[in-house]
């Protein structure tokens, strides 16, 4: 029996995470995982650790915060792989975590596969030479990054985005069920909020949305309705909207399917949207320092994944500052208006999924590593 240390520390990282264990599992069924993740992971057998629930913070002021029980946590793992001596690591994303903890166990002898690639080429190419000298294999998920990883000397795959399988897997509810069990009216336009997956970045960024879906959903007589994530207390989303915006549960894929317009916290639900072609706004606000901290780190003048995929500015980007209700008014606004400006925009969005390989990441990705150890 093969054995198989896994890392994610987010909701997106878990969501891959789960679907590759999942098709490693339909390869080889004996195969037994353990490390940190979700629900998803938990869900497709992965003993879990750590909860991502424990570990997910919101910029770099909140992580130093932690950084004790983030050293407890990483001496742990530490502990349970000189135990149980893992065939292989799987880590996902989470390059503050996993990259730090990635060195020690390097030097344990581990073989190391490092599924969606740190975004390296937002923060600076810096972290390429512990890359190249402590990870086996870099399996990337944007067609650029294979580019850049091969020219920095990498050994490095490119297997597709694994949320085109995702997407092409879903079951939809049906429009008008989805909207009569919700509370929808279906002669009505829909505007979906996705103000994140953290206490402290709803905290932050749904007050400025609700000033101006308030208005917006006055103006043009809209549906209005909030993403809301399990793992969070529906009175965190309560406390700010009240009872008059519907918080959904579990039903993303049919909000941006079925949505006019959105308004989107920088994430993957930025790429998400973008590949069921939905217009949206990026909106992103953290505690000024940390911005701060961030704004000098950055090295791209972007950063949602739509447009760092499309290589252009596509949707409009609200930061901090610029993460304010009149903002957000006035982009939505736009995007009600203008008909052609839309089109437009869903035209560019189309052109991000074909850019994004075919369906069957995760199974590729599976067999790479199968084939490895």
């Known amino acids: 029996m093969k054995k198989i240390l896994i890392i994610a520390g987010e909701v997106s990282g878990d969501l891959h995470g789960g679907n590759l264990v999942k098709a490693m599992h339909k390869l ?111 399996i990337v998920v944007f067609p650029f990054e294979e580019k850049m990883y091969r020219e920095a000397g990498v050994n490095v795959e490119f297997v597709g985005h694994p949320l085109l399988d995702v997407i092409e897997n879903y079951s939809y509810e049906s429009r008008e069920k989805f909207f009569s069990s919700n509370g929808l009216s279906l002669d009505k336009k829909l505007l979906a909020i996705f103000p994140g997956s953290r206490k402290q970045e709803i905290k932050k960024i749904l007050p400025e949305i609700y000033k101006a879906v308030k208005k917006l959903r006055d103006e043009f007589d809209l549906n209005v309705a909030i993403s809301g994530v399990k793992s969070i207390d529906i009175d965190i989303y309560k406390e700010i909207v009240g009872e008059e915006i519907p918080i959904i549960f579990d039903r993303n894929y049919e909000l941006m399917k079925y949505a006019y317009a959105g308004i989107i916290k920088s994430g993957t639900s930025t790429l998400e949207a973008a590949l069921l072609e939905l217009p949206f706004v990026v909106v992103y606000k953290t505690s000024y320092l940390s911005y701060l901290i961030g704004k000098n780190l950055i090295k791209i003048d972007r950063i949602s994944l739509a447009n760092i995929v499309a290589e252009e500015k596509i949707v409009k980007e609200l930061i901090q500052n610029d993460c304010n209700a009149d903002h957000i008014y006035m982009e939505i606004k736009n995007i009600i208006n203008n008909e052609n400006l839309r089109n437009e925009l869903v035209n560019k969005l189309r052109n991000i999924k074909n850019s994004l390989g075919k369906i069957g990441a995760s199974k590729r990705a599976a067999n790479l590593i199968l084939r490895e150890i």
């Open 28 to 138: 080889d069924p004996s195969l037994y995982f353990f490390g940190i993740g979700g629900e998803n992971m938990k869900a497709n057998g992965v003993e879990l650790i750590y909860h991502i629930n424990s570990l997910s913070f919101m910029g770099f002021i909140e992580v130093i915060k932690h950084l004790p029980f983030l050293r407890k946590v990483k001496k742990e793992i530490l502990k349970i792989s000189s135990e149980k001596n893992p065939d292989a690591i799987i880590l996902i994303d989470y390059p503050g975590f996993n990259l730090s903890i990635a060195k020690e166990l390097f030097k344990q002898g581990r073989k190391i596969f490092y599924y969606i690639s740190p975004q390296i080429w937002a923060w600076g190419k810096s972290r390429i030479d512990l890359i190249r000298k402590i990870i086996h294999k870099m």
